[in-house]
């Protein structure tokens, strides 16, 4: 019952990336409840620490789906990632996608990213943002570093309209972003660059939608 994780982690770099060591529009943490078909099915979190002059950014994501009582479906991933000056130093992410295990590592050389995912390295263009949803910079981008798997997503992100994105406690307005490609969701992100929604198809036609909570 493999459903939409692919998306889920692609389901979020380069030295211009501004918002990822300067402005950035979150407090200490960011966290979402993930329904499908309209039940909660876990939570995503993304947590940030200042040190020194560096940004870490801890990721981890629960989902359960139960059938009859059961669980029929588990993932979870964790992941964390080390900025400095705008620019990914370093990444982390282990992944169990309901008894499949992966594991990721990128590091930062001087002209890329060194990738080695279940054992096997590859190298990707220094500018190539992790998937992690909460950057806004990777809409600009065309390429994408699979955290699940530490492979290489190429998407096409169009900016859509502006919409009154439903939260924990209320809407707020924000701007909506379609990814096609190796990615196939829609993102949120409000007037501050914050993340703020996603949703998509999961591959048994089921609604996935994330809703912020604040």
């Not at 096997?120 to 943002?129: D, N, R, V």
Request: overall charge neutral; cysteine-free; charged content about 20%.
């Amino acid at each position: 019952m493999r459903l939409f994780l692919l998306s889920l982690v692609l389901t979020l770099s380069s030295a211009v990336v501004a918002s990822a060591a300067g402005a950035l529009p979150y407090g200490s943490s960011l966290s979402f409840v993930a329904y499908r078909n309209g039940e909660p099915i876990g939570r995503h979190t993304v947590t940030f620490e200042r040190d020194g002059g560096q940004l870490k950014v801890s990721t981890s994501i629960d989902l359960a789906v139960k059938f009859l009582g059961f669980t029929a479906y588990r993932y979870t991933h964790r992941a964390q990632e080390v900025w400095s000056g705008g620019a990914l130093v370093s990444l982390a992410s282990t992944t169990d996608d309901n008894g499949t295990k992966h594991s990721v590592t990128a590091t930062r050389e001087a002209n890329d990213i060194t990738v080695v995912h279940d054992g096997k390295k590859t190298l990707l263009p220094s500018w190539t943002l992790p998937s992690s949803h909460w950057n806004i910079e990777q809409v600009r981008q065309s390429i994408l570093l699979n955290t699940q798997k530490g492979t290489e997503a190429r998407v096409n992100i169009t900016q859509g309209p502006r919409e009154n994105v439903k939260t924990s406690s209320g809407f707020i307005p924000a701007t909506r972003y379609s990814y096609t490609g190796d990615v196939a969701m829609n993102q949120w992100f409000d007037d501050r660059g914050r993340w703020v929604k996603t949703s998509f198809q999961g591959s048994d036609g089921s609604t996935i939608e994330y809703v912020l909570q604040e």
